[in-house]
């Protein structure tokens, strides 16, 4: 059974203003596994990209851990089937916010996690980004 791939696009569309050519997707589904792009602060609206928060870690996160749901949705997985998070933050007085948004979003669910700070993300609007590895349940 080949991979699924869901919501294809490539880089340029996102990043006009860089010479990037990489065609990518939103999510990979193969067998129960399932890998989730990084989510960040804008909305995944395929048309209309926002940002929601700027200046705001918390409001970023829960834009990105909307999108998270929504992409598990549409691939018929759900929030339980989580197994590990990790997030970047670009300030370490961001990390409390952040979680505290994540930790409403995975109540009960108890997933690993890591936690990292960076310099920087892909835009400088950007002040956290949630990555998701899934083990679809059967």
Known sequence: MPHQRHRP??????????????????????RER???RG??????????R????????AAQAGQAMKNVRQLLEEVGAKMED??????WVTDRAYLEPVMNVLGRHLRGIH???????????????????????????S
Request: net charge negative; charged share 25%.
């Open 50 to 57: 926002k940002l929601v928060g700027p200046g705001d870690p």
């Open 9 to 30: 696009h490539n880089v340029r569309d996102q990043h006009a203003e860089r010479n990037i050519q990489s065609d990518m997707c939103s999510a990979v589904v193969s």
């Open 111 to 137: 997933p690993a996690y890591s936690e990292v700070i960076v310099d920087g993300l892909a835009r400088p609007e950007m002040l956290m980004e949630v990555d998701v590895e899934v083990v679809r349940s």
């Open 39 to 48: 989510q960040v602060g804008y909305t995944i609206h395929p048309t209309e």
């Open 82 to 87: 989580i197994c590990k998070v990790k997030v």
């Open 34 to 36: 399932i890998f989730v």
